[in-house]
């Protein structure tokens, strides 16, 4: 179908999953509606910051202004909440995950984690920020309220993940485990329409994305991977491109559109990472690994891992399946 839109698109794949009760599909809804105001006001927040006020001060209407993150943090949950159909949701911006107390949402068979506003220091700098988010079934009983267990499940157990990119142009990427698909959205119309079908990552990869001022408080592993990827060998189309935004999902974003890796390792300064399990590298291992790439950490695959703890870290090395081949015959090799 020519122009398909995104509430289209999800009514007609929603056929893909008999005996589905449209749940799934209320809650991709409600992700929609909460990224069209995320990327409205992501839109005005130069604006807003230096032309109505800085955040902490009032509106012209009079109305206290929120920080970006705070807001999509309380656009998402509100528009989440509203469809009753998650009994619960964790998020990067809350220490502990939010159970809903309303009858209607404890009978919610689904949980949603995200990180709604992720990169959000590079908003002052009018750069790309992305909202990650993940969806499970609930492991905890139906009408009660949603328990921590509910949200530490391992990666493959996901049913969908996404994430929106608000970027020169706002997408809407995910994944109910049948591939990926990319919608752009038209702010004329306030409409997201099917832009990039069935993503996969090129066969040709050659982009590398990491903090290297971090490479000296890295492994020598890494620091063996980084040499190898900055090799004179036209053979194997190295030296590779190096591009890091500091953005995980515009970093992830473009190496999924042109072929690249992106690792965020463990350093002496923060021994696990820096980016979340449940909020950013599960997300987007499911991401990758449905677009034929690759996601892992030191040395198992990123969706295996049973998390401990809501806000745990690992190290995250993931993108084109070939270039974290390459990583991981490096990371694997003896000493
Ligand atoms: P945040 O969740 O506090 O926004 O941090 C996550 C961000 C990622 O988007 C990005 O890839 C990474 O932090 C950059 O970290 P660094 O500045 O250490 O390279
Ligand atoms: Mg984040």
Redesign the pocket.
Known sequence: MKNQTLGEFIIDTQKDFPGSTGELSKILSSIRLAAKLVSHETNKAGLAKHILGAAGSENVQGEQQQKLDVYANNQFIEALKAREVVCGIGS?ENDEFISFEEDSCKNGKYVVLM?PL????NIDVNVSIGTIFSVFERCSELGTLAKKEDFLQKGTKQVAAGYVIYGSSTMLVYSTGNGVNGFTFDPSIGVFFLSHPNMKFPEKASIFSI?EGNLNISSSKIQEYVAYCKENNPSSSRPYTARYI???VA?FHRNLIKGGVYL?PDTTKAPNG??RLLYECSPLAFIAEQAGGKAISNNERILDIQPEDLHQRVPLYIGSSNMINELEAILNRGN
């Open positions: 990067e990180d992720d990169g959000s220091s903090n500091g953005s995980l970093d965020y820096k980016l």
